[in-house]
């Protein structure tokens, strides 16, 4: 990934994580834990597509397993997020922008309902059987509607802030040094036409008239010395 994406994404997913724990989580709501760092995930994988959106759902499902109070498997969440962004990212538009806000909607709706599967699932593989005293349609419930409410206020930004970092200052000055350097080449192409060949660019004179260039003295034709000239502009290059 570019570096922007990178410094973005960490970004945004640890400031996700310190509300998530440090605010969301003490509120005590009934049920599942609103989810801001699954949002952030689907946001970004959403512009960035579902290559970025598996690195990047793996990447912040890991911090979330490593934050305190942490009471679960090491990478379980991670993979759980891993599979939510690639699934997420394949929703991503040629132009990297949504017409409407359908689509976001019914991904964050079936991202909170297969996350909570699938962390669920992988819980029961491994011998958690945590979420069985809650109850799984009282997740799967809670989950939805808590991800809904802070989604039109979460989403939106984030892939906002994905689209202008593609075309941030990192891209500007690439594309910029692409322009330089063929501007560079182009002028050494012209120093080589002007040096290397003896031949001289002149202005039009007096009515309109362009000087021969068998009449200037830089001509094909010279003697030795437009020669030395020429190797001269060739060592130049």
């Not at 760092?37 to 512009?47: D, E, F, K, P, Q």
């Not at 949504?98 to 996350?115: F, K, N, Q, W």
């Not at 809650?134 to 994905?162: E, K, N, R």
Request: hydrophobic share 45%.
């Amino acid at each position: 990934m570019r570096i922007n994406r990178i410094l973005l994404s960490t970004a945004l997913v640890a400031v996700a994580l310190v509300v998530q724990v440090g605010v969301l989580a003490r509120l005590h709501l009934p049920g599942a834990v609103p989810d801001l760092v699954l949002l952030v995930v689907l946001g970004l994988a959403m512009v960035y597509g579902h290559v970025a959106g598996a690195f990047i759902g793996f990447g912040a499902g890991l911090l979330a397993d490593l934050a305190p109070p942490s009471d679960h498997a090491i990478g379980r969440y991670a993979l759980v997020l891993c599979v939510i962004g690639y699934a997420a990212g394949l929703t991503r538009p040629d132009k990297s922008r949504h017409r409407s806000a359908t689509l976001p909607l019914m991904v964050v709706v079936c991202a909170a309902i297969g996350s909570t599967l699938l962390y669920a699932g992988v819980g029961s593989l491994a011998g958690d059987n945590a979420g069985n005293t809650v109850g799984i349609p009282l997740l799967l419930f809670t989950a939805t509607v808590y991800d809904l409410v802070l989604a039109p206020f979460s989403v939106p930004l984030v892939m906002a802030l994905a689209r202008r970092s593609e075309s941030g200052p990192l891209a500007g000055e690439s594309s910029g040094g692409g322009t330089q350097s063929g501007a560079l080449a182009g002028e050494a192409a012209y120093g080589w036409l002007s040096t290397g060949s003896g031949l001289r660019m002149s202005r039009p004179g007096r009515g309109g008239r362009t000087p021969r260039i068998g009449s200037q003295r830089g001509g094909l034709l010279g003697g030795k010395a437009n020669r030395t000239k020429t190797i001269k502009g060739v060592k130049r290059l």
